[in-house]
Nanobody, 117 residues
């Protein structure tokens, strides 16, 4: 069982920056994938970025060069640093944790990011 607690969402102007945090607790596997997904109104949930337990990252083309995922293993926390934000980045952002071997997936509650002037 894994619990995910997100924070950092809010309202920001176009071109602004925001940092999201996701703190994980519980039974953390040695082999996993963590990441951020987002869902805009009327659209399906989409990948933003993932990071494996080995450190490999995978970014969506729409955010590459603007968003950066990082982690603090001591705190079991993953971050998403977002810069040069655009109105099309507006969505509910979800933190995800997946155990690779068994395929069990966990989701955070979601945090709203709104990019508007």
């Amino acid at each position: 069982q894994v619990q995910l607690v997100e924070s950092g969402g809010g309202l920001v102007q176009p071109g602004g920056s925001l940092r999201l945090s996701c703190a994980a607790s519980g039974s953390i596997s040695s082999v996993y994938v963590m990441g951020w997904y987002r869902q805009a109104p009327g659209k399906q949930r989409e990948l933003v970025v993932t990071i494996t337990s080995g450190g490999s990252t995978n970014y969506a083309d729409s955010v590459r060069g603007r968003f950066t995922i990082s982690r603090d293993n001591k705190k079991n926390t993953v971050y998403l640093q977002m810069i040069s934000l655009k109105p099309e980045d507006t969505a509910v952002y979800y933190c995800n944790y997946r155990e690779v071997v068994v395929g069990t997936s966990y989701w955070g509650q979601g945090t709203q990011v709104t990019v508007s002037s």
